[in-house]
């Protein structure tokens, strides 16, 4: 059985009295009868999993991530076929490079990219694929990606 996807936002503080939820559970209160038992190992695996970056630290990420998505961004702005929809600018920036195809569908290429063990995001409705160039992701990696790409769209 899949344990139950996790998720949290972490807003700075200066910026937190300016977010309003919609609506907000915290704490014990969050928890019911109603909503089952704690998936105790996943809230233990996800303290790990913070305490690992903080490890690293923020900025060692940060700067590694938009490192990998400039590299990809540049490697993909070489290719015929499609049109690199992310933002240019360093400030819009995150680890996330999304492309639309001109002619390609993307669904054939996510399939294939699939069957190959390469994961990427299908955007339906832009006829668009997203990639992510995380800390996970090394160059190897994109390099690999850029090589099927160009591969499928010729």
């Known amino acids: 059985m899949e344990p139950r996807h996790p998720g949290f936002l972490f807003i700075r503080k200066e910026f937190q009295e300016l977010v309003q939820p919609v609506f907000m559970f915290s704490g014990l209160t969050a928890y019911s009868a109603s909503s089952g038992t704690r998936n105790v190992s996943t809230i233990i695996g996800l303290g790990l999993a913070l ?18 998505r400039n590299y990809c961004l540049a490697e993909l702005k070489k290719l015929k076929g499609l049109k690199v929809i992310s933002p240019e600018s360093s400030a819009l920036s995150s680890g996330i490079v999304s492309f639309s195809l001109d002619t390609a569908k993307n669904s054939e290429i996510y399939s294939k990219m699939k069957d190959r063990d390469i994961i990427v995001k299908l955007l339906t ?3 668009a694929i997203r990639i ?6 090394s160059k190897k990696d994109i390099d690999t990606f850029i090589k099927e790409l160009t591969t499928l769209l010729n």
């Not at 305490?51 to 990998?68: P, S, Y």
């Not at 992510?132 to 992701?137: A, E, I, P």
């Open 51 to 68: 305490d690992f970056h903080k490890r690293i630290g923020t900025d060692k990420i940060q700067q590694r991530t938009l490192q990998l």
């Open 125 to 127: 409705q832009h006829n």
């Open 132 to 137: 992510s160039c995380h800390m996970f992701v």
